[in-house]
């Protein structure tokens, strides 16, 4: 089975910009969840997403970020406008199981100017 | 909060046997797993426990305390291609209400396999 595709995989932009992330989870898994690593850091999460709705967001930054996943599929995270802190890998994972069997994917890395 | 603490970097001898350590501090916790991650790809599942004890799949081994907070990954007969980042993570019930089991990380053992 395919696994979570992320694109792009890598982003350039300047301070002030936007970029729009997508994830395409492996068909069928319900979980959907977006983390981020800043450089020097751990993983951390940002949210949760079971179907189209929203379960967990208690881990976005600020209200710069948003996350959609229209229609329980694929799911686009937004930053707008984008801070040079803002930089790092931003992961995706899914799983048919709340909390348990994560696939990732490779990540978008993301980097503000 | 939550507090993962594994060693920032290793370095082993092909053939070898390696133990990677990870301690946590966490409330409600509910499952810890080892991820492997070489650079620029996806962390790839290599192992959860929740119950105390060991879990043996293949090379690799994972052990669990959960009154002393910790756990290790052990990789047996060590090759070039386990030269990689190792995640400790851990999930506990930190938005119960939520219904949500988000993974809380340690900042990964990179570990470099040498001839």
């Known amino acids: 089975e395919a696994g979570v595709t992320q694109f792009p995989s890598h982003s350039v932009i300047e301070k002030g910009q936007t970029v729009t992330l997508r994830c395409d989870p492996i068909?069928?898994?319900?979980?959907l969840y977006w983390y981020r690593r800043v450089m020097g850091k751990e993983i951390k999460f940002l949210l949760h997403f079971v179907k189209e709705s929203k379960q967990d967001e208690s881990g976005m930054p600020n209200n710069r970020f948003l996350a959609e996943r229209t229609g329980g599929t694929y799911s686009t995270l937004k930053v707008q406008p984008a801070e040079l802190e803002d930089s790092g890998v931003y992961f995706c994972?899914?799983?048919?199981?709340?909390?348990?069997?994560?696939?990732f994917g490779s990540g978008t890395r993301l980097t503000v100017v | 909060g939550q507090n993962i603490d594994q060693p920032t970097e290793m370095t082993a001898t092909e053939g070898a046997i390696v133990q990677i350590n990870c301690t946590y501090q966490?409330?409600?916790?509910?499952?810890l797993f080892w991820y492997q991650q070489h650079a620029g790809e996806a962390p790839t599942f290599l192992s959860y426990n929740v119950l105390d004890g060991l879990e043996e799949k293949g090379r690799f081994s994972s052990f669990l305390s959960r009154s002393k907070g910790y756990s290790y990954l052990l990789l047996k007969e060590l090759q070039m291609k386990d030269s990689a980042s190792y995640l400790c993570?851990?999930?506990?019930?930190?938005?119960?209400?939520?219904?949500?089991?988000?993974?809380?990380f340690g900042k990964g053992t990179k570990l470099s396999v040498i001839p």
């Open positions: 993570a851990v999930r506990d019930y930190i938005s119960r209400r939520a219904g949500s089991y988000q993974l809380t």
């Open positions: 994972a899914s799983s048919q199981t709340q909390g348990y069997g994560y696939t």
């Open positions: 068909s069928g898994h319900d979980n």
């Open positions: 966490t409330s409600g916790f509910n499952g």
